[in-house]
Structure formats: C-alpha cells, structure tokens
C-alpha cells in the first residue's frame, strides 16, 4: 500500500515539474494582459497619469468607499465631493451654555451626531473651531474654500 502511494506521489510530483518546466499547452492573455476593452473602460471613468495609475486623491476616494466601517450614508457622501452649505452645517447645533470664567468654555450640542461637546476658544469639533466666547453667544469659524466663515450660535 505505501509502495503505491509513493508511485503515485512520485508521478504527480514528475508531472507537475514538466509541466512547470515546458508550460501548459495554451496561455489565456487575459489573465496575464488585460484585454483593450478593459483599458479603455477604465480610462473613460478615472483619469490616468503618466504611469498609468490613478493620481493619489482618486486612489483614496475609491479606497474610503470600500471602508466597511463606514455607513452607506458616509460612503455615498464621500463619492459626490460637494461644498458644505455652511447653513445646514449649523442648523444642527445648539448652544448649550457658557461657562464664564478667566478662561471661558462653551457648551454645543450636536442634534445630528447627538452628542454636546464642551469646548474653548480655539478647540475645534467636527469641522468647526471656535473663534471666539461672549457670555451668551459662541462664534464658530469654518473654512469654505478657502475663506473663512463666521456663525454666531446664540
């Protein structure tokens, strides 16, 4: 019995070597060259550089939409790069309350992430930073474009 299964291995072993060595009978270029159909549906959706990959902001664009982590909601947000409205940004937030002291903090509660954070001039929280703290108002600063915007929360 072991006589035979060592012939048997023997065999195998002999004709996976030829092979290996002479190569198979026929080769599939697509495995091994992608077709031209491919490129050019590849080059019609994503704008190459001269080497041929994708330029870094279109390669993590196409990596954070595969995060699994991530909701749909997110993933769908990532793929239309959209300028925020600073207005819909805003509405979400409401102020809290002031601590007012020699070194003054501010209470924001955010409905949408349903979360208050307490913060100090110059702490930032999910895309904002604040610029400055009255006694009952916060002024929230955010960059649109490169300009920055102003909000007074009340």
């Given at each position: 019995?072991?006589?035979?299964?060592?012939?048997i291995c023997g065999a195998s072993t002999l004709s996976f070597?030829?092979?290996?060595?002479?190569?198979?009978?026929?080769?599939?270029?697509?495995?091994?060259?992608?077709?031209?159909?491919v490129g050019a549906s590849v080059s019609k959706l994503t704008?190459?550089?001269?080497?041929?990959?994708?330029?870094?902001?279109?390669?993590?664009?196409e990596i954070s939409k595969r995060n699994i982590f991530l909701?749909?909601?997110?993933?769908?947000?990532?793929?239309?790069?959209?300028?925020?409205?600073?207005?819909?940004?805003?509405?979400?937030?409401?102020?809290?309350?002031?601590?007012?002291?020699?070194?003054?903090?501010?209470?924001?509660?955010?409905?949408?992430?349903?979360?208050?954070?307490?913060?100090?001039?110059?702490?930032?929280?999910?895309?904002?930073?604040?610029?400055?703290?009255?006694?009952?108002?916060?002024?929230?600063?955010?960059?649109?474009?490169?300009?920055?915007?102003?909000?007074?929360?009340?």
């Amino acid at each position: 019995m072991n006589i035979g299964l060592f012939v048997i291995c023997g065999a195998s072993t002999l004709s996976f070597l030829i092979t290996i060595i002479t190569g198979p009978a026929s080769i599939k270029a697509d495995l091994i060259f992608p077709s031209p159909r491919v490129g050019a549906s590849v080059s019609k959706l994503t704008s190459k550089g001269d080497n041929g990959f994708l330029n870094i902001q279109e390669y993590l664009n196409e990596i954070s939409k595969r995060n699994i982590f991530l909701s749909i909601e997110m993933k769908n947000a990532l793929g239309q790069e959209l300028t925020p409205d600073f207005t819909q940004l805003v509405q979400d937030l409401k102020l809290v309350g002031v601590i007012w002291s020699s070194n003054p903090e501010v209470m924001i509660e955010s409905t949408k992430e349903k979360r208050t954070y307490l913060l100090k001039k110059g702490d930032t929280f999910s895309k904002f930073k604040i610029k400055d703290i009255t006694r009952s108002s916060a002024i929230l600063e955010m960059d649109i474009e490169g300009k920055p915007k102003e909000y007074e929360l009340r």
